[in-house]
C-alpha cells in the first residue's frame, strides 16, 4: 500500500548518469575524448558539507557502490513504489548541465543527445510512470533546437531543461529554443546549476550559496519575463525547479510595480507582469521551508492562485522533500492540486484525465 | 514490551550504530567512543528519515570562531541522512541548532554481554 494517499506527481527527480553509462551512444570524436583522453567536465562545486554523503540521500547510494540515482529498480523500490508515485519527471544530474559547460560546445550538443537516447533507453521506456527531459546544449543554439526536433516528439518527453548559471535565457538569441519547445508541446523546466548566486562566483560557505538560489531563480524569471518571451509563446510554460516558493509573491509585486513605471521601455508586454505568472509560470515545492499552516495559507492567498506549486522531491538529493512531512496539512482539495493536479495542468504531454 | 535484549554487545563496536526492534519500534542503538550504548527512535524528527542510514561523527563547536573551525565530540554525533541535521548522543539526543528538539530515548543496561533496552 502506498504511503501517500494521493497519487502524486512529483516533479523533479534526478536520474543519475556516468560518462560510461553513455559512451556507446556518444558520436566521434567525442567517445574518444572521454574513453581515451579523459576529458572530463570542468565544473566542481567546493562543498561537500551539505550532508553525510555529499549532496545525496545517504540512504539512496545504491548497494553495489554505484551513486544515488543510477538505477530504475532501486529509485521504483525507494522512492516511485513506496510513496506511490502516478508520475515522476526526470531532471537528471548530467552535471553540469551541457548549456551550463564553458567552451567546447560541440562536445556538450553530443553529450546532450547520447543522454537523451540513454535517458528513453533506461528510464522513459522502462517505466510507464517516469516522463523525461530533452536536455541541449543551448548555448549551441542551433543544435540545441535540432535536438528538440529530434527527441521533443517522444510521447513521454515533458519539457526541455535550461540551467540557471550565467547565461540569461530570454535574450531574442535563444527565441528559437522557446518557439521549438512550444512548438512540440514542451514546457521549459529551469533548474540552478552552479554558481548562479554569488556574481557568478562560489561564496565562501554552501550556506550562503544555498540560501541564495531564489534570487538566481528570480533573475531568469525577470529576465524571460520582460524579454517578452512569454507574451511571444503564448502556450509556453516556465516551470522553476528547486528554489521553493516564498518568494512569488515579492517577485510578482516588484515586477508589476515596476511595470506600471518603466513599461514604455517593455513595450511588447501586454499583460501585468504577475498575471503572465499565474498563467505561465509554476514553481516546484521542495526545498520547502517549515512553514505554518497559517503561513503557507496566507503566501497561497498573497500568490492570488493555488494552481501555481507542482510539488516534488528531488530525490535523491539530499535535501529531499518527504510526500508527508514537508508542507503543512491543508484540505484535500488544495492537496490535490499541490500534489498532482496543478502538474497534470500545467504539461501538455502528461495524461490528465480531467481533460478527456 | 517493558524491556528486550536487542544485541549482544561485542556486535557493535565503539564509533558504530546498529538498528534493532524493541517491540514494534524501530530503534537505533549507537556505542559511542566510550563503550557506552544509547538507543534511540530510529526516525528523524525531521521528516522521518531511516536514522541508521547516518552517521556518527564529530561536530564543530559553539566555540568556533569566523574562520577558525573547532571540531570534537567525535563519534558522539549522529547525522541524519538526508538534511543532515545533528543531533547529540551523549545530550538526550538534542538537536545542536535547536537543542529543544529531541529524538525518543529509550534507556539502556548493559548485563554481561547482553544490550537491554528499556522503558
Ligand atoms: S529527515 Fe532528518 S534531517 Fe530531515
Known amino acids: 500500500m502506498p504511503k501517500h494517499q494521493i497519487p502524486i506527481i512529483d516533479t523533479d527527480i534526478h536520474e543519475r548518469v556516468q560518462y560510461e553509462d553513455i559512451l556507446d551512444r556518444l558520436e566521434e570524436p567525442f567517445r574518444h575524448y572521454i574513453a581515451n583522453c579523459h576529458w572530463i567536465q570542468e565544473k566542481h562545486m567546493p562543498y561537500t558539507q551539505p550532508s553525510v554523503a555529499g549532496v545525496d540521500r545517504a540512504d539512496a547510494k545504491l548497494p553495489d557502490g554505484r551513486p544515488a540515482g543510477s538505477d530504475l529498480p532501486f529509485m521504483q523500490e525507494q522512492l516511485l513504489d513506496d510513496i506511490g508515485h502516478e508520475a515522476g519527471i526526470l531532471t537528471s544530474a548530467l552535471d553540469p548541465s551541457p548549456s551550463s559547460m564553458h567552451g567546447w560546445h560541440e562536445m556538450a550538443a553530443a553529450l546532450a543527445t547520447a543522454y537523451n537516447d540513454w535517458q528513453i533507453e533506461t528510464w522513459l521506456d522502462k517505466d510507464e510512470r517516469i516522463y523525461g527531459s530533452v536536455h541541449i546544449a543551448a548555448q549551441e543554439r542551433d543544435a540545441a533546437v535540432k535536438e528538440i526536433e529530434r527527441v521533443g516528439p517522444h510521447p513521454k518527453m515533458v519539457q526541455v531543461l535550461l540551467p540557471i548559471d550565467d547565461i540569461m535565457w530570454g535574450d531574442p538569441y535563444y527565441h528559437p529554443i522557446f518557439e521549438a519547445a512550444e512548438k512540440h508541446n514542451l514546457m521549459i523546466g529551469m533548474h540552478h546549476n552552479e554558481p548562479p548566486v554569488y556574481y557568478g562566483k562560489w561564496p565562501r560557505y554552501f550556506i550562503e550559496w544555498h540560501t541564495l538560489i531564489p534570487t538566481a531563480h528570480m533573475k531568469q524569471i525577470t529576465n524571460l519575463m520582460f524579454n517578452g518571451v512569454f507574451e511571444k509563446f503564448p502556450n509556453l510554460g516556465l516551470i522553476m525547479i528547486e528554489a521553493g516558493f516564498t518568494f512569488i509573491p515579492h517577485l510578482m509585486w516588484k515586477m508589476d510595480q515596476q511595470y506600471r513605471d518603466l513599461r514604455h521601455e517593455v513595450p511588447w508586454l501586454k499583460r501585468k507582469p504577475s498575471d503572465i505568472m499565474r498563467e505561465q509560470v509554476r514553481f516546484t515545492t521542495q526545498p520547502a521551508e517549515e512553514l505554518t499552516k497559517k503561513e503557507f495559507m496566507s503566501l497561497i492567498e498573497q500568490m492570488g492562485s493555488d494552481e501555481m506549486l507542482c510539488f516534488s522531491t528531488d530525490y535523491p538529493h539530499w535535501d529531499f522533500d518527504a510526500p508527508d512531512r514537508a508542507l503543512p496539512n491543508m484540505d484535500p482539495e488544495l492537496k490535490q492540486k499541490i500534489f498532482a493536479d496543478n502538474a497534470k495542468n500545467f504539461y501538455p504531454k502528461l495524461p490528465n484525465p480531467k481533460e478527456g | ?119
Not at chain 2, 526516525?43 to 568556533?64: F, N, V, Y
Not at chain 2, 548522543?89 to 538537536?95: A, F, L, Q, V
Open chain 2, 1 to 119: 514490551m517493558k524491556e528486550q535484549v536487542v544485541c549482544k554487545t561485542s556486535e557493535i563496536q565503539p564509533g558504530e550504530m546498529m538498528k534493532s526492534t524493541f517491540g514494534k519500534q524501530n530503534v537505533l542503538i549507537c556505542r559511542t567512543p566510550d563503550g557506552d550504548f544509547h538507543a534511540f527512535m530510529n526516525q528523524c524528527i525531521h521528516q522521518g528519515a531511516p536514522l541508521d542510514k547516518g552517521m556518527m561523527c564529530g561536530a564543530t563547536t559553539e566555540s568556533s570562531e569566523p574562520g577558525d573551525y573547532q571540531y570534537c565530540h567525535q563519534g558522539e554525533i549522529l547525522r541524519c541522512p538526508w538534511h543532515g541535521r545533528e543531533f547529540d548522543i551523549k545530550n538526550e539526543g538534542r538537536m545542536l541548532a535547536n537543542p529543544d528538539k529531541k529524538i525518543p530515548s529509550f534507556k539502556v543496561r548493559v548485563e554481561d554481554e547482553d544490550v537491554i533496552v528499556y522503558k
